[in-house]
């Protein structure tokens, strides 16, 4: 099937600057059309008719007018490649690795190549169908096959091969051999005649998992090892002349030649590391106790970190821009895209009271979720709506999200932003949701947005890449931080920041549920890059490999917080508890409520059952719900003032939270069960701390045109945190 690709889209990089920063927008323009350019603010990104409508207001920023385009390639897929010592008067060379194939196709799948550094000539070696083939490179194109008969590589499993090329008489001799411990099956061999091979003074490169030719072409699934190099010239004798260990250098994004540090091989689209290499015995856990343990790199023909393109708009952001989300619409004969970005306040500028916490870090583990359910109900909403038309599920160019797998199945633990995010659009639909707009992350989020302009609260925004790399000092000066619907992924320094924010006396409020849930990592060379290691337990859309839980950015453990000693109740007062379908249900009140502490919070809300609308699933309470624990973390303080009912049977605890299907895995709590606890208190530190307890909830603010319980909450919380506030 063709692959379908819009006719306008594109990325930025950074994702945020401040007022005299310069954003570069790269965009693919189908059939080199021309385009036109313009800036608007981001308020609400809700299509539905129902709602508060698409809110995309134009700001001259100076770069609007009509642009060249182009069409930009997208070149997926992994690989590690570099120079090789002179090969020179060689008369046979041999290439040694262990690797563990992990997707037979009937396409060539490069094991390694000798070729020269443009990838036009050379020697390779290969599978197809699961079996060894080789053949040569004749103007850039693989030519050669498998041998009829020849041997299969055993899948998901490692073997050493040693492929000995004899330039005079061009033949490949390839032998194969287990490297189970205790294995006592025979070696296997086969020749191949390569004719036309090249002399081999002309190749200079060495290229694992896939040709290089400016960019990886017929990449291999599968995990690789200890690749090594030896040349054999006059008298016969091979010598090692090149020897990569995958076990060094495990944070970079090159692997050195432990014979000459100076050949070192770069590694394009941000391979897996740190996972098991065939020594690894089950004894070790951490990578960085034995590395020689972990020496083998993952490399995917569908992986993606950096489309490379070219930049189409530079952006210097106005010394007079508003803090605010921002767009670049981009619009050709053909189609149109709306590419976001942030801006944060100026360097010098006075700070607002309100400061707006983008989930940036979950929108990217989110990015490109193909779902499988985009056709029918949806696609025909997307339509009727004049909704973002594109979604993952038909276009699959720009690779997928870590809610999804590999080509070979394995799951995806590495997602980058140096490329087009469809699920990041105005008017992108998660769900054909029945009752509401079907919203996930950041156009969910835009609900809050709306509300706080609707309502003439100014606001300063920052993303989670600036509080990682800034920390507490992004929060300082601020009497109120606030949440989106769903901030869930975080580093240990974001983390840090809230806390210390919050112990300094600054107001928080997180306004969704299953928040501060999974621990991701990030590298300082490697900005546009997270990943996340789905250890041992929590809801997961697949699971890492016993003993590759420790990350390969930071080397530190990964999976949940709550596994890492650091509960989400500890950052947002509440965690993670319970989780059913996209459907909203209500919130009743609590004797907590009437407590002179925190009574305030419901002042001039009416409803009995708080919340029983909104355009996220039909009410305020739904989805993911989350829980007060004391033996977690919640602070000592924070009172339950309301707790959901009404939900269906899809709404279920969720794994972390039992032992057993008789045993809860905490304490008992108030409260417990089914439902999602709202809660309000101040804490150790002073400052004041508002948490909805359900991802929905800001889907309800617009009903009856904010007037509303829910909007009543909110207005209530923010007027008493930015007048009240104590100072951080």
């Known amino acids: 099937m063709m692959e379908y690709v819009p006719a306008i889209v594109g990325y930025v990089t950074p994702l945020s600057g401040r007022p005299g920063d310069t954003l570069e927008f790269k965009v693919s323009s189908r059939a080199d059309l ?30 609007e007018g009509r642009y060249p385009g182009k069409e930009q390639p997208v070149y997926p897929g992994s690989c590690a490649w570099g120079a090789v010592p002179s090969l020179g008067d060689a008369t046979a060379l041999r290439v040694r690795l262990a690797v563990q194939p992990t997707l037979d196709r009937d396409a060539t799948q490069v094991l390694w190549c000798l070729q020269d550094a443009a990838g036009r000539q050379g020697v390779w070696l290969g599978l197809r169908r699961g079996r060894l083939a080789c053949g040569v490179l004749a103007d850039g194109q693989a030519v050669g096959g498998e041998a009829p008969d020849g041997p299969r590589l055993p899948s998901r499993r490692y073997t050493m091969v040693t492929a000995t090329w004899d330039v005079a008489a061009g033949r490949v001799r390839v032998r194969l051999a287990d490297t189970r411990r205790g294995a006592r099956a025979a070696d296997r061999e086969t020749t191949f005649e390569v004719p036309g091979a090249p002399l081999a003074a002309a190749l200079d490169t060495l290229c694992v998992a896939a040709i290089w030719q400016g960019h990886p072409a017929h990449c291999c699934n599968g995990l690789f090892e200890g690749p090594e190099l030896a040349l054999a010239r006059g008298d016969g004798a091979f010598e090692v002349a090149a020897h990569w260990h995958f076990g060094d250098a495990m944070t970079e994004q090159r692997v050195p030649d432990r014979l000459n540090p100076g050949h070192a091989l770069a590694l394009v689209n941000v391979p897996v590391r740190a996972v098991r290499s065939s020594a690894w015995t089950g004894l070790v856990m951490d990578w960085k106790a034995a590395p020689e343990q972990y020496a083998a790199i993952h490399f995917h023909d569908d992986d993606l970190s950096d489309c490379g393109w070219q930049t189409s708009v530079s952006l210097r952001i106005p010394d007079d821009a508003e803090s605010a989300v921002y767009g670049l619409e981009v619009r050709s004969a053909e189609g149109a895209d709306t590419i976001p970005f942030f801006v944060l306040p100026g360097r010098a500028a006075p700070r607002r009271k309100i400061l707006y916490l983008a989930s940036t870090l979950t929108y990217l583990a989110y990015a490109n979720h193909a779902r499988g359910n985009f056709e029918g109900a949806l696609a025909e909403r997307v339509a009727a709506w004049g909704a973002y038309p594109h979604n993952p599920d038909r276009v699959t160019l720009y690779g997928k999200s870590t809610y999804n797998r590999h080509s070979d199945g394995s799951g995806i633990s590495l997602s980058s932003r140096l490329r087009p995010i469809l ?72 983390l840090d920041a809230i806390l210390a924010y919050r112990e300094g006396g600054g107001n928080f409020m997180y306004m969704g549920a299953n928040g501060f849930y999974w621990k991701i990592a990030r590298h300082a060379a490697l900005p546009h890059v997270m990943e996340i290691r789905r250890a041992e337990g929590g809801i997961r859309a697949w699971a890492s490999e016993p003993g590759e839980y420790y990350n390969q950015l930071d080397g530190e453990y990964g999976g949940m917080w709550r596994r890492n000693g650091r509960a989400p109740q500890v950052v947002g007062g509440v965690g993670f508890a319970v989780q059913g379908n996209f459907e909203g249900s209500y919130y009743v009140r609590t004797e907590e409520a009437t407590h002179p502490d925190v009574a305030w919070v419901l002042e001039g809300v009416a409803e009995a059952r708080i919340g029983d609308y909104g355009l996220s699933g039909g009410g305020a309470a739904g989805f993911e719900l989350d829980q007060r624990a004391f033996d977690l973390g919640s602070d000592e ?23 057993t299907w008789t045993m809860a895995a905490g304490l008992p709590r108030p409260y417990e069960g089914i439902c999602a606890h709202m809660v309000c208190g101040t804490t150790a530190g002073g400052g004041g701390l508002f948490a909805s307890g359900s991802i929905t909830f800001l889907g309800s603010l617009f009903h009856n045109q904010y007037e509303n319980g829910v909007s009543r909450i909110l207005q209530n919380c923010v007027r008493r945190y930015t007048r009240c506030a104590v100072s951080s």
Not at 639 to 645: D, L, P
């Open 637 to 659: 303080n924070l009172r339950v003032i309301a707790v959901s009912q009404g939900h269906g049977p899809s709404f279920k605890t969720v794994p972390e939270e039992i032992l």
């Open 423 to 494: 699920t990041m659009r105005p008017g992108y639909l998660t769900f054909a949701d029945p009752r509401g707009s079907g919203l996930r992350h950041f156009v969910a989020d835009s609900h809050l947005t709306d509300w706080l302009r609707v309502h003439g609260h100014a606001f300063d925004v920052i993303t989670d890449e600036d509080l990682d790399e800034q920390g507490v000092e992004a929060l300082r000066g601020y009497d109120l931080v606030i949440t989106g619907s769903h901030p869930e992924y975080h580093t240990r320094r974001m």
């Open 34 to 63: 021309p385009f036109e350019a313009r800036v608007v603010r981001i308020d609400c990104c809700d299509p539905n008719p129902a709602g508060p409508g698409m809110k995309l207001a134009p700001v001259a920023m100076g770069v």
